[in-house]
């Protein structure tokens, strides 16, 4: 990553992420061909609802018949985290016009918000709508098409896990996650890693006592305080 914000340099550094999106992506179709959704069904639900974690969620309940309502109110609540990132990163691009910031937060996902937030690291904490909607266009185009793959030769494999393809999305953030820590040189490594630890018992705790849709929202929300917390207390 450099402090250029075109867009050839947002394929360049986007390009990294992309194999985690086919092997997601990849693994949406097959699970939603398996549960018997056509692939044209499949592509439409990766290009209006593009929501990743949530997709899965709702072929799930989908398949076990569970109501509209219900459906959507999973959704909303898995995919409330999109509203702090939101509010995170408009402050980066306050410069650009209301149309161009709707059109960045309607395609805005967890990798490139990482991707947004480690490139502010190298930028003065600005952005702009040409290197961050390249970044969003590649990834939602990539996921829309391995969906659609995934959906083609689902009938052909059974079993996803057998191929690793669940853990491609795991495996790019904890790359994602490496590359705020290195590049982000105004916060002290002690802090980072406290609270990347922090988070973790977090989150371990949070899968007794909460319920999974709002495990992610909870988190990050205490996340957020307590890092602040220890922050000003302890540095």
Same mark, same amino acid.
């Given at each position: 990553?450099?402090?250029? $914000?075109? *867009?050839?340099?947002?394929?360049?550094?986007?390009?990294?992420?992309?194999?985690?999106?086919?092997?997601?992506?990849?693994?949406?179709?097959?699970? *939603?061909? *398996?549960?018997?959704?056509?692939?044209?069904?499949?592509?439409?639900?990766? $290009?209006?609802?593009?929501?990743?974690?949530?997709?899965?969620?709702?072929?799930?309940?989908?398949?076990?018949?569970?109501?509209?309502?219900?459906?959507?109110?999973? %959704?909303?609540?898995?995919?409330?985290?999109?509203?702090?990132?939101?509010?995170? %990163?408009?402050?980066?691009?306050?410069?650009?016009?209301?149309?161009?910031?709707?059109?960045?937060?309607?395609?805005?996902?967890?990798?490139?918000?990482?991707?947004?937030?480690?490139?502010?690291?190298?930028?003065?904490?600005?952005?702009?709508?040409?290197?961050?909607?390249? %970044?969003?266009?590649?990834?939602?185009?990539?996921?829309?098409?391995?969906? $659609?793959?995934?959906?083609?030769?689902?009938?052909?494999?059974?079993?996803?896990?057998?191929?690793?393809?669940?853990?491609?999305?795991?495996?790019?953030?904890?790359?994602?996650?490496?590359?705020?820590?290195?590049?982000?040189?105004?916060?002290?490594?002690?802090?980072?890693?406290?609270?990347?630890?922090?988070?973790?018992?977090?989150?371990?705790?949070?899968?007794?006592?909460?319920?999974?849709?709002?495990?992610?929202? %909870?988190?990050?929300?205490?996340?957020?305080?307590?890092?602040?917390?220890?922050?000003?207390?302890?540095?």
């Amino acid at each position: 990553m450099n402090n250029q $914000l075109k *867009a050839t340099v947002a394929v360049r550094e986007t390009l990294p992420t992309v194999f985690g999106y086919i092997g997601i992506g990849l693994a949406f179709g097959i699970v *939603a061909r *398996a549960a018997g959704i056509s692939p044209l069904l499949v592509t439409l639900t990766s $290009l209006i609802t593009y929501a990743g974690s949530a997709q899965f969620i709702m072929i799930g309940m989908f398949a076990t018949g569970n109501s509209i309502l219900a459906i959507t109110l999973s %959704v909303f609540l898995v995919n409330a985290r999109m509203i702090l990132m939101s509010m995170t %990163v408009a402050p980066l691009v306050k410069h650009e016009s209301l149309i161009k910031n709707v059109i960045l937060g309607t395609l805005l996902t967890d990798e490139s918000f990482a991707l947004a937030m480690n490139k502010s690291n190298l930028t003065n904490r600005q952005l702009n709508f040409a290197w961050f909607n390249t %970044v969003n266009l590649i990834s939602y185009a990539t996921w829309v098409c391995s969906s $659609l793959i995934g959906a083609l030769v689902g009938g052909y494999i059974q079993n996803p896990e057998k191929y690793g393809l669940s853990f491609a999305l795991i495996a790019m953030f904890i790359g994602l996650l490496y590359l705020q820590i290195i590049n982000d040189r105004s916060l002290p490594l002690l802090l980072q890693g406290s609270v990347v630890l922090l988070v973790f018992f977090l989150v371990f705790l949070g899968l007794i006592f909460i319920p999974s849709q709002l495990l992610i929202i %909870v988190v990050t929300i205490l996340g957020c305080v307590l890092g602040v917390v220890i922050k000003n207390a302890f540095f």
